[in-house]
Each structure stands twice: as structure tokens, then as C-alpha cells.
């Protein structure tokens, strides 16, 4: 099995995320490309209000019910507590014995990586793949077993939408149907942050 990691927020999950997901999973041959919701996402706490993980999880589900390849990880929420990606794929790792596993990450991701909790674990245990984000393109350091695969750019970003929702301008097209209504039914996004 090959597996692809992708760690996020998803508050809420957008046409950026599903790109990415898709094309690195066709660019690289994977089997499933998980979008894993973070559940205390510890970098961002603090910054702002966190829609509830239960939330974030729904909408995750609803972006990727029809999409073969992609699927929706609860397991940093079954585990509780503060999110790290190094303990989301040691357990990857023991319940895929002999997979390989690729941790994806966006441009502006990749620019932190060094911050991320045992980054070194992270490195190890999966070959890194960084993806474009509108900015400078990131170099990792050579020690890491890392990539960047080409993704049409696309300008969206959780922050704009969650803006443009409390404002009452449109999200069709930059997040999915299913999404949307996740939203609307929801009642989420609608008082300021
Ligand atoms: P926020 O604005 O709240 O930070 P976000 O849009 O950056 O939200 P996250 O959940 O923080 O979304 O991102 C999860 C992962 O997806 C990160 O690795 C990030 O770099 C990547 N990502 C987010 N948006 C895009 C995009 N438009 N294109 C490519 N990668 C993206
Ligand atoms: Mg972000």
C-alpha cells in the first residue's frame, strides 16, 4: 500500500485540498490519499476560535464521499488531544506494516515544517511531498527524503472562505456541494472569529 497523509484543519475543507489530494495521488501512484482532521489543531490555537472537530470531520466526509482514492481520517480525533503528525503515522505505520507512507503538505507548510513536533520523526517515517501554494516555492532541507509535485495553484484558503461566509458572499465553486450544505446546515462560519 502506498498512502498519502494529508493533515489539516479543514475548517472547512476547500477545491484546494481536493486538487491536491487528487493530482498528488495520480502524480505518485497512491492507493488512498487520507485527509486526516486534525483534532486540536496546537499550532492555531490561540489565533483564533476552532470549529468543533465533529464539524470539520462531517464536512471532510462530505468533500470526499464520491471521490475514489480519497478518504476521511478521524483518527487524530479518535486519539484526542493535541494533534501530531509523527503520532498519526506511527499509527498508519502499525496498521499498514508494510506500506509506504508520504506526508503532503502545502507550500506554506512545508515553510514551518522544522516547527512541527518531532519533525525528524515525521521525516523518517514517510518521504515528505510538498505541494504549490501562492508564495515562494519552499526548499526542504537535502537530508530529508522530500518532493514537490505540480498542482494547478489555486488561490483558496479556509481563512477567505470562513471571511466570505460571514460576510454572505458566495462559496460556490471553491468548496463542493455536499460542503456547502455541511455548512449551511450546520450554521457554521456565520458569527465574526
Ligand atoms: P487556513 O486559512 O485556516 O489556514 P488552509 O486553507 O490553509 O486554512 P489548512 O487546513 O490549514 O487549510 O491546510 C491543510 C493543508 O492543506 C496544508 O498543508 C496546506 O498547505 C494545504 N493547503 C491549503 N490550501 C491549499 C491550496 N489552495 N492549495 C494547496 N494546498 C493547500
Ligand atoms: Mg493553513
Redesign the pocket.
Given at each position: 500500500m502506498r498512502i498519502g497523509l494529508?493533515?489539516?484543519?479543514?475548517?472547512p475543507p476547500?477545491v484546494?485540498?481536493l486538487?491536491?489530494a487528487v493530482n498528488v495521488r495520480h502524480a505518485l501512484q497512491l492507493d488512498v490519499v487520507v485527509l486526516m482532521v486534525a483534532n486540536v489543531p496546537w499550532q492555531k490555537v490561540g489565533s483564533r476560535p476552532i470549529t468543533a472537530a465533529q464539524h470539520r470531520l462531517a464536512m471532510v466526509e462530505a468533500a470526499v464521499a464520491d471521490v475514489p482514492g480519497l478518504e476521511a481520517g478521524s483518527d487524530e480525533i479518535d486519539l484526542g488531544g493535541p494533534s501530531y503528525t509523527a503520532d498519526t503515522l506511527a499509527l498508519l505505520a502499525r496498521r499498514f506494516p508494510d506500506s509506504a507512507l508520504f506526508t503532503?503538505?502545502?507550500?506554506?507548510?512545508a515553510a514551518r515544517f522544522e516547527t512541527w513536533d518531532r519533525y525528524q520523526e515525521v521525516a523518517q517515517r514517510s518521504t515528505l511531498v510538498v505541494?504549490?501554494?501562492p508564495g515562494a516555492p519552499v526548499e526542504l532541507p537535502g537530508d530529508f527524503r522530500w518532493l514537490r509535485v505540480e498542482?494547478p495553484?489555486?488561490?483558496?484558503?479556509?481563512?477567505?472562505l470562513r471571511a466570505r461566509c460571514r460576510d454572505g458572499r458566495p462559496l460556490d465553486y471553491l468548496v463542493t456541494e455536499p460542503v456547502l450544505g455541511a455548512i449551511t446546515e450546520r450554521h457554521l462560519y456565520e458569527e465574526a472569529e
Open positions: 494529508f493533515g489539516g484543519t479543514f475548517d476547500h484546494g485540498h486538487v491536491t503532503i503538505m502545502g507550500d506554506d507548510a505541494v504549490d501554494r498542482v495553484r489555486l488561490e483558496v484558503s479556509s481563512t477567505d
